[in-house]
């Protein structure tokens, strides 16, 4: 019986040479402490410990390249753990280097811009800062300066939604190079088309950095009208898209479906540079872009 109680476990009990051996319908509970019985006497008892977790850390940061424009517009934490929501940017700062904290870099959102299970935190660098002309920019200038380098630190102080603390600061150090205010190129993606009868990946190679979130899950593949499912990755400092499917590569033609919201990490995507007045844009297609290419 579990202590405290008076309600027997259900399950088996089976003999060997040496031992009695019990198998619980229900498995038993870590942490708990139970009592064995013999015709109805009490002979002994045993406590299941816990199983000893890793604390919470940081898996990655993105942009993970060391180099980023003066426009960087988004960045992404990815935590091994679902993370606390409260005062979140009190855990974060910013330093240059000469070691100055630099103030209102990011945008304070609430509420935090987490995926579902609050384990992905996308923060925007204040784009008030970062686009032209607008008031803040004229004001405070953009956070961050071109040929500076800069340090993000997070804190160990920032818990889990379990209550346990990161494992360790985490730093990302940046240099800052120019602005960049042109759109991403699709002419200019390489597409390595994988193996029939394979499940090997297929790649894409961009000539730029791309941002994160918008190039992961904006990219699909289709045969006719079938959605091809898999998973995809972002590698080489999100230069390379990296998808591999769930099933065998079938011989034939097929599209790959770019929704043109992808962006770079200053925040241009296929229709417009960030930093275009929308007054004046003529291209208000939403459509997405399409590639072909054959599996032979």
Same mark, same amino acid.
């Given at each position: 019986?579990?202590?405290?109680?008076?309600?027997?476990?259900?399950?088996?009990? =089976?003999?060997?040479?040496?031992?009695?051996?019990?198998?619980?319908?229900?498995? #038993?509970?870590?942490?708990?402490?139970?009592?064995?019985?013999?015709?109805?006497?009490? =002979?002994?008892?045993?406590?299941?410990? %816990? &199983?000893?977790?890793?604390?919470?850390? +940081?898996?990655?940061?993105?942009?993970?390249?060391?180099?980023?424009?003066?426009?960087? #517009?988004?960045?992404?934490? %990815?935590?091994?753990?679902?993370?606390?929501?409260?005062?979140?940017?009190?855990?974060?700062?910013?330093?240059?280097?000469?070691?100055?904290? +630099? &103030?209102?870099?990011?945008?304070?959102? &609430?509420?935090?811009?987490?995926?579902?299970?609050?384990?992905?935190?996308?923060?925007?660098?204040?784009?008030?800062?970062?686009?032209?002309?607008?008031?803040?920019?004229?004001?405070?200038?953009?956070?961050?300066?071109?040929?500076?380098?800069?340090?993000?630190?997070?804190?160990?102080?920032?818990?889990?939604?379990?209550?346990?603390?990161?494992? #360790?600061?985490?730093?990302?150090?940046?240099?800052?190079?120019?602005?960049?205010?042109?759109?991403?190129?699709?002419?200019?993606?390489?597409?390595?088309?994988?193996?029939?009868?394979?499940?090997?990946?297929?790649?894409?190679?961009?000539?730029?950095?791309?941002?994160? %979130?918008?190039?992961?899950?904006?990219?699909?593949?289709?045969?006719?009208?079938?959605?091809?499912?898999? &998973?995809?990755?972002?590698?080489?400092?999100?230069?390379?898209?990296?998808?591999?499917?769930?099933?065998?590569?079938?011989?034939?033609?097929?599209?790959?479906?770019?929704?043109?919201?992808?962006?770079?990490?200053?925040?241009?995507?296929?229709?417009?540079?960030?930093?275009?007045? #929308?007054?004046?844009?003529?291209?208000?297609?939403?459509?997405?872009?399409?590639?072909?290419?054959?599996?032979?």
């Amino acid at each position: 019986t579990k202590e405290n109680s008076s309600t027997p476990i259900l399950g088996t009990w =089976t003999k060997s040479d040496r031992y009695d051996i019990f198998k619980p319908l229900i498995p #038993l509970g870590a942490g708990k402490k139970y009592l064995i019985f013999r015709n109805g006497k009490k =002979t002994g008892s045993i406590f299941l410990k %816990r &199983k000893k977790q890793a604390p919470p850390a +940081v898996l990655a940061f993105y942009p993970s390249a060391d180099t980023v424009p003066e426009n960087l #517009l988004k960045c992404y934490i %990815r935590f091994s753990k679902p993370m606390r929501d409260q005062n979140i940017y009190s855990f974060l700062a910013v330093k240059d280097d000469k070691g100055k904290l +630099v &103030k209102d870099v990011f945008l304070p959102l &609430k509420p935090a811009l987490w995926n579902m299970d609050q384990t992905v935190l996308t923060l925007w660098i204040d784009p008030g800062r970062v686009k032209r002309d607008l008031i803040r920019n004229r004001n405070l200038g953009t956070p961050l300066k071109a040929g500076r380098t800069y340090q993000i630190k997070i804190s160990s102080e920032w818990q889990a939604l379990n209550g346990e603390k990161l494992s #360790l600061d985490f730093r990302k150090s940046f240099f800052i190079s120019e602005r960049d205010e042109k759109i991403p190129n699709s002419n200019q993606w390489q597409i390595n088309p994988p193996i029939a009868n394979t499940s090997k990946s297929l790649s894409i190679i961009f000539p730029e950095n791309m941002d994160y %979130r918008t190039a992961l899950e904006g990219i699909k593949f289709f045969k006719g009208d079938q959605l091809i499912s898999g &998973k995809p990755s972002l590698r080489s400092q999100e230069k390379q898209w990296v998808f591999i499917p769930d099933s065998k590569w079938q011989t034939g033609a097929y599209i790959i479906k770019v929704e043109p919201t992808i962006e770079d990490n200053a925040g241009n995507n296929l229709i417009r540079p960030f930093d275009n007045d #929308l007054g004046l844009d003529s291209n208000n297609s939403n459509s997405p872009l399409e590639i072909s290419f054959s599996i032979n």
